[in-house]
């Protein structure tokens, strides 16, 4: 059996199975998949599959719930990938917003509530090729652990779910900080 697991995105409808990366067909979306994982998608079970850097994402159909499709999901999908040949995946259609999306979804997701709780927030600026731009404020413009969130953090989960090339920068980066944010943000900690 090969080790998948789930994880939510911002879309109820949609979960994101991470593979391990020699199982994963070609990125791109998926026009036909091999077995039980096709005939769901035939029936309308799910509504989409696109396969990314480290996992494939899937949408279910509007009148299908997780909850009741999720185990057959599951099962067609790790049946599908012992047959890396049963697969057509359209690659020119690889995800070129997928970055945008991921980095969105973190940033609303846990990323966001992780400097929120320190009484800041990131915004994100833009996505251009695997350069992710953001901006920081409130106590995050300027606090020192800024960077090791940006880059141990967020920019290490975009690799993780995108690509190794993905680079993160901050469009307000400054290496000075004024007396008062520095004790703001110690304060607000």
Do not use: Y
């Amino acid at each position: 059996m090969i080790p998948i697991h789930a994880t939510a995105t911002a879309n109820p409808a949609q979960l994101r199975w991470v593979v391990p990366p020699d199982r994963l067909p070609p990125r791109g979306t998926v026009r036909h998949a091999p077995g039980r994982l096709g005939a769901l998608v035939d029936n309308g079970t799910i509504d989409a599959l696109v396969v990314g850097g480290n996992d494939i994402l899937i949408a279910i159909g509007a009148a299908n719930s997780w909850r009741e499709v999720g185990d057959d999901i599951r099962e067609a999908l790790s049946e599908a990938l012992l047959d890396p040949q049963g697969w057509t995946v359209d690659e020119s259609s690889a995800p070129d917003g997928q970055l945008e999306t991921v980095a969105a979804e973190l940033l609303a997701g846990p990323i966001g509530d992780l400097a929120a709780s320190h009484g800041g927030s990131i915004e994100l600026v833009s996505v251009v090729g695997h350069q992710v731009r953001v901006r920081m404020s409130g106590a995050c413009d300027g606090c020192p652990a800024a960077s090791s969130t940006l880059r141990d953090v967020f920019e290490r989960e975009l690799r993780r779910r995108v690509d190794q090339q993905v680079a993160v920068s901050c469009e307000n980066d400054s290496a000075t900080m004024s007396l008062g944010k520095k004790l703001l943000s110690l304060i607000v900690r």
